[in-house]
């Protein structure tokens, strides 16, 4: 059982990321997504080798990896 707790609880430690929807990366969507975000409690970036003007190209990066 503790083994299992043990496990569980550095589970939740891990970092999460969600991708955004698709669509154009205009100012007010990407704000719209990094409000979102925030309240999360992560931050938006742009994923590795992503077009900046493609709203899927970003992430929401929420824990120990944002």
């Not at 991708?19 to 979102?36: H, K, M, T, V």
Request: with cysteine; hydrophobic share 35%.
């Amino acid at each position: 059982m503790l083994a299992i707790l043990s496990i569980a609880s550095a589970l939740s430690a891990c970092a999460q990321s969600y991708g955004l929807n698709e669509g154009d990366a205009s100012y007010d969507a990407i704000r719209r997504a990094s409000d979102d975000c925030k309240a999360k409690g992560g931050v938006i970036q742009l994923k590795k080798g992503g077009d900046v003007t493609e709203l899927s190209d970003y992430e929401c990066k929420i824990g120990k990896g944002s």
